[in-house]
């Protein structure tokens, strides 16, 4: 375990020693906020409409939380799939790239432990985004009440969503030396598995329909984003982060045997 | 301490190194030659399990590599040809990380890293980042981080490249001093015959991926300079294996290119 804390704890000092993770950060916080405050300024604005309408039959699903908090948590979820393979590119990439991945394998340190505590630096990391995410339905709460357990089912969604992301771009970033290539395939890969399920509308068969939304992660996170937990997709979060993080194992084992 | 058996490394089709096999004792410091794509790399990376041999076997420091890596590679200290530095880290708290890494106790680690980073004459710098260092320096941490763990075993891929004068006597009196004092068992590679007179007892001479010559330096010396051994021999080797000779010079690329 003290290998794993190591190499974790190494790996986030690195990783706030450039301004990548800075940057990435304040811009994602940037856009989030400007989507959120957005969507806020646009609920009340329709909320007049309604009421100047008299619609009040309306007025019952037209709340806080399912209009801005749900709605500017999906938006999140689509910058993400940009912000965290940007963050998690260097881990394996930049070590091939500088030679200093040498150390860590002639180290007394199994591959296991390497990727777990790269995985944990990440983790660190997207905890923090996601707790700064929650900043911003926090200012909801000073003024109006939206559901507590609801938001922040939608904010453990997120980050749940985020581990995803990063373990698969862990293993992208294992399997080459070059960080730009990790992280664009892991932008890519994200975005491939966000449209998965608009791809299973168009498929034929039903099989092919059931497959690709269930590969697709905005099936997954769309639920708990509104409050629903389900079991179901706290399973599929599990597994890619088991899948992925164990071919990110099998790939710096690989890297043993050239 | 060390045991090599029939080691063979094979890159795809490239044989990098065929059938080398040698022995060395407790104190010994080993010079390790040979010309540019020998296989002297390939063999430090195979004693210090980062490659797997493709035939062969190998025990450091009493541990079989095949069936005990982690006891190994605790014995080992290892400085591979670039030193595996993390530029934006200060000196201390690197060398405190790779002593983590091979399992100093926590109680420890402070002592151990203040001896090491005073062993290399780094305590002056000891707070500066590795990026703001000069080659000599930086060159003088990868050797902290070798020796940190007070390993029964040194391997030393080039330890005084590109360094300047005074710095190779620095650091040849360094290895000196932690075979004969302290009883550790060291390989250096180098291409720098004379370093090999200066510090070591025998030599290992490695040409076309195979041992050509393992002997005391005194035995060596009644056949000629080391420099006429050097090169009587990698011709010869030459002479005999044209064919063998293309394919060192192509597993040399392949070995060049990675990691």
Same mark, same amino acid.
């Given at each position: 375990?003290?290998?794993?804390?190591?190499?974790?704890?190494?790996e986030l000092r690195s990783i706030f020693a450039t301004p990548v993770a800075y940057v990435l950060i304040s811009v994602y916080m940037l856009f989030a906020g400007?989507?959120?405050?957005?969507?806020?300024?646009?609920?009340?604005?329709?909320?007049?409409?309604?009421?100047?309408?008299?619609?009040?039959?309306?007025?019952?699903?037209?709340?806080?939380?399912?209009?801005?908090?749900?709605?500017?948590?999906?938006?999140?979820?689509?910058f993400l799939?940009f912000v965290v393979?940007l963050l998690a590119m260097r881990?394996?990439?930049?070590?091939?790239?500088?030679?200093?991945?040498?150390?860590?394998?002639?180290?007394?340190?199994?591959?296991?432990?390497?990727?777990?505590?790269?995985?944990?630096a990440i983790?660190g990391l997207l905890l923090l985004i996601t707790v700064l995410t929650?900043l911003?339905?926090?200012?909801?709460?000073?003024?109006?009440?939206?559901?507590?357990?609801?938001?922040?089912?939608?904010?453990?969604?997120?980050?749940?969503?985020?581990?995803?992301?990063?373990?698969?771009?862990?293993?992208?970033?294992?399997?080459?030396?070059?960080q730009?290539?990790?992280g664009?395939?892991?932008?890519?890969?994200?975005?491939?598995?966000?449209?998965?399920?608009?791809?299973?509308?168009?498929?034929?068969?039903?099989?092919?329909?059931?497959?690709?939304?269930?590969?697709?992660?905005?099936?997954?996170?769309?639920?708990?984003?509104?409050?629903?937990?389900?079991?179901?997709?706290?399973?599929?979060?599990?597994?890619?982060?088991?899948?992925?993080?164990?071919?990110?194992?099998?790939?710096?084992?690989?890297?043993?045997?050239? | 301490?060390?045991?090599?058996?029939?080691?063979?490394?094979?890159?795809?089709?490239?044989?990098?190194?065929?059938?080398?096999?040698?022995?060395?004792?407790?104190?010994?410091?080993?010079?390790?030659?040979?010309?540019?794509?020998?296989?002297?790399?390939?063999?430090?990376?195979?004693?210090?399990?980062?490659?797997?041999?493709?035939?062969?076997?190998?025990?450091?420091?009493?541990?079989?590599?095949?069936?005990?890596?982690?006891?190994?590679?605790?014995?080992?200290?290892?400085?591979?040809?670039?030193?595996?530095?993390?530029?934006e880290?200060?000196?201390?708290?690197?060398?405190?990380?790779?002593?983590?890494?091979?399992?100093?106790?926590?109680?420890?680690?402070?002592?151990?890293?203040?001896?090491?980073?005073?062993?290399?004459?780094?305590?002056?710098?000891?707070?500066?980042? #590795? +990026?703001? !260092?000069?080659?000599?320096?930086?060159?003088? $941490?990868? %050797?902290?981080?070798? &020796?940190?763990? =007070?390993?029964?075993?040194?391997?030393?891929?080039?330890?005084?490249?590109?360094?300047?004068?005074?710095?190779?006597?620095?650091?040849?009196?360094? #290895? +000196?001093? !932690?075979?004969?004092?302290?009883?550790?068992? $060291?390989? %250096?590679?180098?291409? &720098?015959?004379? =370093?090999?007179?200066?510090?070591?007892?025998?030599?290992?001479?490695?040409?076309?991926?195979?041992?050509?010559?393992?002997?005391?330096?005194?035995?060596? +010396?009644?056949?000629?300079?080391?420099?006429?051994?050097? $090169?009587?021999?990698?011709?010869?080797?030459?002479?005999?294996?044209?064919?063998?000779?293309?394919?060192?010079?192509?597993?040399?690329?392949?070995?060049?290119?990675?990691?």
């Amino acid at each position: 375990m003290s290998h794993v804390l190591a190499i974790a704890g190494r790996e986030l000092r690195s990783i706030f020693a450039t301004p990548v993770a800075y940057v990435l950060i304040s811009v994602y916080m940037l856009f989030a906020g400007f989507i959120f405050f957005a969507s806020l300024g646009m609920f009340l604005v329709q909320l007049e409409q309604i009421q100047a309408l008299g619609m009040t039959n309306l007025l019952e699903q037209w709340n806080l939380q399912d209009i801005v908090i749900a709605q500017s948590f999906s938006t999140f979820a689509i910058f993400l799939a940009f912000v965290v393979p940007l963050l998690a590119m260097r881990a394996f990439a930049e070590e091939r790239a500088t030679g200093s991945i040498e150390l860590l394998l002639t180290s007394p340190v199994t591959s296991s432990e390497i990727v777990a505590g790269k995985f944990l630096a990440i983790a660190g990391l997207l905890l923090l985004i996601t707790v700064l995410t929650g900043l911003y339905p926090l200012l909801l709460f000073a003024y109006g009440d939206p559901e507590l357990w609801q938001t922040l089912a939608g904010l453990q969604t997120l980050l749940l969503y985020s581990l995803t992301l990063a373990s698969i771009c862990c293993f992208i970033s294992a399997l080459t030396r070059s960080q730009i290539v990790a992280g664009l395939v892991g932008v890519a890969v994200a975005l491939m598995l966000l449209l998965m399920p608009f791809a299973a509308e168009s498929s034929q068969s039903e099989t092919m329909k059931a497959v690709l939304r269930w590969f697709g992660t905005s099936t997954h996170y769309e639920p708990g984003l509104t409050g629903q937990v389900r079991s179901e997709d706290l399973a599929y979060f599990g597994i890619v982060i088991f899948a992925s993080l164990s071919m990110a194992r099998a790939a710096v084992d690989s890297l043993r045997w050239r | 301490m060390i045991k090599a058996v029939a080691l063979t490394k094979r890159y795809g089709g490239l044989t990098a190194i065929r059938g080398v096999s040698f022995e060395v004792a407790k104190g010994e410091v080993v010079g390790f030659l040979g010309p540019n794509g020998a296989g002297k790399t390939t063999t430090m990376r195979i004693l210090t399990g980062y490659l797997p041999p493709t035939e062969g076997s190998a025990v450091v420091g009493g541990f079989d590599l095949s069936r005990n890596p982690r006891e190994a590679k605790r014995a080992t200290g290892y400085l591979p040809e670039t030193p595996p530095l993390y530029p934006e880290m200060r000196v201390r708290d690197y060398v405190r990380y790779v002593a983590t890494l091979h399992d100093v106790p926590r109680a420890q680690r402070s002592s151990k890293v203040d001896r090491a980073l005073g062993s290399c004459g780094l305590e002056k710098v000891a707070n500066r980042v #590795i +990026r703001t !260092l000069s080659k000599g320096y930086r060159q003088r $941490v990868g %050797l902290a981080q070798a &020796i940190v763990h =007070e390993p029964a075993v040194l391997i030393l891929d080039e330890p005084t490249s590109g360094l300047d004068p005074i710095q190779i006597a620095e650091i040849r009196e360094l #290895i +000196r001093r !932690l075979a004969a004092e302290e009883g550790r068992t $060291v390989i %250096l590679s180098t291409h &720098i015959l004379a =370093e090999v007179e200066a510090i070591c007892q025998r030599v290992l001479l490695i040409a076309y991926g195979q041992l050509r010559v393992d002997a005391r330096l005194d035995a060596l +010396r009644e056949q000629g300079s080391l420099e006429q051994v050097f $090169v009587r021999e990698v011709q010869s080797a030459a002479s005999r294996d044209a064919d063998a000779a293309a394919a060192m010079a192509a597993a040399a690329a392949v070995v060049e290119a990675e990691p």
